[in-house]
Protein backbone atom coordinates (compact mmCIF):
# COMPACT_ATOMS: atom_id res chain seq x y z
CA UNK A 1 0.00 0.00 0.00
CA UNK A 2 1.40 3.77 -1.21
CA UNK A 3 1.92 5.88 1.82
CA UNK A 4 3.10 9.12 1.95
CA UNK A 5 3.52 11.02 5.24
CA UNK A 6 4.32 14.57 5.56
CA UNK A 7 6.10 15.93 8.49
CA UNK A 8 8.47 19.16 9.37
CA UNK A 9 5.14 21.68 9.40
CA UNK A 10 5.32 24.49 12.17
CA UNK A 11 4.92 27.99 13.19
CA UNK A 12 7.53 30.13 12.18
CA UNK A 13 8.30 33.70 12.45
CA UNK A 14 8.55 35.78 8.77
CA UNK A 15 11.72 35.39 7.46
CA UNK A 16 12.58 31.97 9.23
CA UNK A 17 13.20 28.79 7.62
CA UNK A 18 11.59 25.24 7.39
CA UNK A 19 12.34 21.74 6.14
CA UNK A 20 9.14 19.25 5.25
CA UNK A 21 9.88 15.91 4.72
CA UNK A 22 7.67 13.52 3.33
CA UNK A 23 8.10 9.41 3.69
CA UNK A 24 7.09 7.52 0.95
CA UNK A 25 6.21 3.48 1.57
CA UNK A 26 4.45 1.06 -0.45
CA UNK A 27 6.52 1.74 -3.73
CA UNK A 28 9.62 2.04 -5.50
CA UNK A 29 10.84 5.66 -4.27
CA UNK A 30 13.49 6.14 -6.95
CA UNK A 31 11.39 5.18 -9.86
CA UNK A 32 8.97 8.03 -9.90
CA UNK A 33 8.93 11.91 -9.26
CA UNK A 34 7.28 13.97 -6.44
CA UNK A 35 5.84 17.03 -6.22
CA UNK A 36 4.87 19.55 -3.38
CA UNK A 37 1.30 20.95 -3.23
CA UNK A 38 0.00 23.33 -1.02
CA UNK A 39 -3.26 24.95 0.42
CA UNK A 40 -4.08 28.44 2.03
CA UNK A 41 -6.68 29.25 4.61
CA UNK A 42 -9.53 29.21 2.85
CA UNK A 43 -7.87 29.06 -0.91
CA UNK A 44 -7.41 26.98 -3.24
CA UNK A 45 -4.56 23.91 -4.48
CA UNK A 46 -1.56 25.71 -5.25
CA UNK A 47 1.54 23.68 -6.90
CA UNK A 48 4.87 24.67 -5.24
CA UNK A 49 7.60 22.49 -6.71
CA UNK A 50 8.16 18.94 -8.28
CA UNK A 51 11.55 16.73 -8.76
CA UNK A 52 12.58 13.67 -11.34
CA UNK A 53 13.18 10.19 -9.63
CA UNK A 54 16.76 10.89 -10.18
CA UNK A 55 16.79 14.58 -8.62
CA UNK A 56 18.21 15.39 -11.98
CA UNK A 57 15.14 18.13 -13.24
CA UNK A 58 13.46 20.02 -10.57
CA UNK A 59 10.64 22.85 -11.14
CA UNK A 60 9.25 25.73 -9.13
CA UNK A 61 6.27 27.92 -8.75
CA UNK A 62 7.45 31.50 -8.93
CA UNK A 63 5.74 32.07 -5.21
CA UNK A 64 8.77 30.11 -3.94
CA UNK A 65 11.62 30.56 -6.67
CA UNK A 66 14.79 31.29 -5.38
CA UNK A 67 13.67 31.20 -1.39
CA UNK A 68 12.78 27.21 -1.57
CA UNK A 69 14.54 24.12 -2.42
CA UNK A 70 13.21 20.38 -3.37
CA UNK A 71 15.18 17.53 -2.74
CA UNK A 72 14.82 13.90 -2.11
CA UNK A 73 17.12 10.91 -0.90
CA UNK A 74 15.76 7.85 -2.61
CA UNK A 75 17.89 5.88 0.09
CA UNK A 76 15.91 6.98 2.85
CA UNK A 77 12.55 7.24 0.48
CA UNK A 78 11.77 10.77 1.72
CA UNK A 79 11.10 13.78 -0.19
CA UNK A 80 12.35 17.36 1.15
CA UNK A 81 11.32 20.74 0.54
CA UNK A 82 13.81 23.74 2.30
CA UNK A 83 11.73 26.97 3.01
CA UNK A 84 13.93 29.84 3.51
CA UNK A 85 12.77 33.83 3.97
CA UNK A 86 9.21 32.67 4.80
CA UNK A 87 6.79 35.20 4.18
CA UNK A 88 2.65 35.25 5.78
CA UNK A 89 1.54 33.83 2.44
CA UNK A 90 3.34 30.30 2.58
CA UNK A 91 1.11 29.69 5.55
CA UNK A 92 -0.48 26.73 4.41
CA UNK A 93 -1.17 23.02 4.37
CA UNK A 94 1.53 21.62 2.57
CA UNK A 95 1.47 18.41 0.64
CA UNK A 96 3.56 15.94 -1.11
CA UNK A 97 2.16 13.56 -4.07
CA UNK A 98 3.53 11.05 -5.78
CA UNK A 99 3.57 11.77 -10.03
CA UNK A 100 2.39 8.69 -12.56
CA UNK A 101 5.09 7.60 -14.67
CA UNK A 102 5.37 8.77 -17.65
CA UNK A 103 3.03 11.81 -17.20
CA UNK A 104 3.71 15.40 -16.15
CA UNK A 105 4.16 16.83 -12.84
CA UNK A 106 0.52 17.83 -11.90
CA UNK A 107 -0.73 14.14 -12.28
CA UNK A 108 -0.89 12.59 -9.68
CA UNK A 109 -2.10 9.06 -8.09
CA UNK A 110 -1.26 9.38 -4.07
CA UNK A 111 -1.02 12.68 -2.02
CA UNK A 112 -0.37 12.55 1.41
CA UNK A 113 -2.78 14.15 4.53
CA UNK A 114 -0.44 17.60 4.85
CA UNK A 115 1.75 19.01 7.00
CA UNK A 116 0.82 22.88 8.06
CA UNK A 117 3.19 25.34 7.91
CA UNK A 118 2.20 28.79 9.76
CA UNK A 119 4.22 31.91 9.14
CA UNK A 120 3.38 34.53 11.47
CA UNK A 121 5.12 36.61 14.45
CA UNK B 1 -5.60 34.36 -8.44
CA UNK B 2 -5.51 31.08 -10.76
CA UNK B 3 -4.27 31.00 -14.53
CA UNK B 4 -7.03 28.17 -14.40
CA UNK B 5 -10.97 29.37 -14.26
CA UNK B 6 -13.34 27.12 -13.05
CA UNK B 7 -16.83 28.69 -11.44
CA UNK B 8 -16.72 28.77 -7.27
CA UNK B 9 -19.75 26.75 -6.87
CA UNK B 10 -21.86 24.27 -8.16
CA UNK B 11 -25.12 22.50 -7.54
CA UNK B 12 -27.19 19.58 -7.84
CA UNK B 13 -29.98 17.15 -6.73
CA UNK B 14 -29.24 13.89 -6.19
CA UNK B 15 -29.40 11.71 -9.70
CA UNK B 16 -28.89 14.69 -11.70
CA UNK B 17 -26.01 15.59 -14.18
CA UNK B 18 -23.37 18.87 -13.42
CA UNK B 19 -20.86 19.49 -15.30
CA UNK B 20 -17.37 21.82 -13.87
CA UNK B 21 -15.69 23.87 -16.58
CA UNK B 22 -11.93 25.04 -16.79
CA UNK B 23 -10.69 27.63 -18.83
CA UNK B 24 -7.01 28.24 -19.77
CA UNK B 25 -4.62 29.41 -22.07
CA UNK B 26 -3.15 27.97 -25.39
CA UNK B 27 0.57 27.63 -23.05
CA UNK B 28 -1.43 25.39 -20.60
CA UNK B 29 -4.78 23.53 -21.39
CA UNK B 30 -4.64 24.03 -24.93
CA UNK B 31 -0.60 22.50 -25.03
CA UNK B 32 -1.37 19.73 -22.42
CA UNK B 33 -3.50 17.05 -20.52
CA UNK B 34 -5.76 18.19 -17.71
CA UNK B 35 -6.54 16.03 -14.63
CA UNK B 36 -9.36 16.43 -12.24
CA UNK B 37 -9.14 16.15 -8.99
CA UNK B 38 -11.55 15.75 -5.60
CA UNK B 39 -10.72 17.31 -2.40
CA UNK B 40 -12.68 16.19 0.92
CA UNK B 41 -11.91 18.47 4.04
CA UNK B 42 -8.76 17.60 6.41
CA UNK B 43 -7.61 14.79 3.04
CA UNK B 44 -5.27 14.22 0.75
CA UNK B 45 -7.01 14.91 -2.80
CA UNK B 46 -8.26 12.29 -4.98
CA UNK B 47 -7.33 11.96 -8.68
CA UNK B 48 -10.98 11.45 -10.60
CA UNK B 49 -9.50 11.66 -14.31
CA UNK B 50 -6.23 12.23 -15.53
CA UNK B 51 -4.91 12.32 -19.56
CA UNK B 52 -7.85 14.58 -20.16
CA UNK B 53 -10.43 11.40 -20.13
CA UNK B 54 -8.83 8.66 -18.26
CA UNK B 55 -10.43 7.23 -15.07
CA UNK B 56 -7.99 5.65 -12.29
CA UNK B 57 -8.88 2.23 -11.05
CA UNK B 58 -12.13 2.27 -8.87
CA UNK B 59 -13.11 5.78 -9.59
CA UNK B 60 -16.83 5.08 -10.98
CA UNK B 61 -17.82 5.86 -14.27
CA UNK B 62 -20.27 8.41 -13.44
CA UNK B 63 -17.04 10.53 -13.34
CA UNK B 64 -15.93 11.52 -16.84
CA UNK B 65 -13.55 14.23 -18.45
CA UNK B 66 -13.07 15.75 -21.81
CA UNK B 67 -10.91 18.80 -23.24
CA UNK B 68 -11.53 20.78 -26.39
CA UNK B 69 -9.27 23.28 -26.91
CA UNK B 70 -8.08 25.52 -24.55
CA UNK B 71 -11.11 24.28 -22.18
CA UNK B 72 -11.96 21.31 -20.41
CA UNK B 73 -14.80 19.83 -18.40
CA UNK B 74 -15.59 17.27 -15.72
CA UNK B 75 -19.28 15.75 -15.49
CA UNK B 76 -20.96 13.86 -12.34
CA UNK B 77 -23.87 12.09 -13.45
CA UNK B 78 -25.90 10.15 -11.21
CA UNK B 79 -24.94 12.99 -8.38
CA UNK B 80 -24.89 11.20 -4.85
CA UNK B 81 -24.40 13.05 -1.58
CA UNK B 82 -20.99 11.79 -1.08
CA UNK B 83 -20.40 13.59 -4.07
CA UNK B 84 -20.09 16.99 -2.48
CA UNK B 85 -16.55 18.18 -2.13
CA UNK B 86 -14.24 20.56 -3.88
CA UNK B 87 -13.24 19.95 -7.31
CA UNK B 88 -10.16 20.89 -9.20
CA UNK B 89 -8.79 21.20 -12.49
CA UNK B 90 -4.95 20.98 -12.61
CA UNK B 91 -2.38 21.42 -15.72
CA UNK B 92 0.77 22.04 -16.65
CA UNK B 93 2.19 25.39 -18.15
CA UNK B 94 4.85 25.53 -20.70
CA UNK B 95 6.43 28.19 -18.75
CA UNK B 96 7.17 24.73 -16.91
CA UNK B 97 5.08 25.22 -14.13
CA UNK B 98 2.18 23.05 -12.46
CA UNK B 99 -1.44 25.48 -12.62
CA UNK B 100 -4.53 24.46 -10.63
CA UNK B 101 -7.84 25.83 -11.12
CA UNK B 102 -9.34 27.86 -8.24
CA UNK B 103 -11.42 25.06 -7.21
CA UNK B 104 -15.09 24.55 -7.98
CA UNK B 105 -17.45 23.89 -4.32
CA UNK B 106 -20.03 21.06 -5.51
CA UNK B 107 -23.09 20.96 -2.86
CA UNK B 108 -25.62 18.63 -2.99
CA UNK B 109 -29.15 19.59 -3.02
Redesign the interface.
Known sequence: EVQ?LESGGALVQPGGSLRLSCAASGFTFANYAM?W?RQAPGK????VS?ISGSSYTT?Y??SVKGRSIISRDNSRNTLYLQMNSLRAEDTAVY?C?KV?SD????????????TLVTVSS | QSVLTQPPSASGTPGQRVTISCSGSNSNIGSNIVNWYQHLPGTGPKLLIYNNHQRPSGVPDRFSGSKSGTSASLAISGLQSEDEADYYCATWDDSLNGSFGGGTKLTVL
Open positions: LSVGLEWGYADYAIYNYVTFDYWGQG
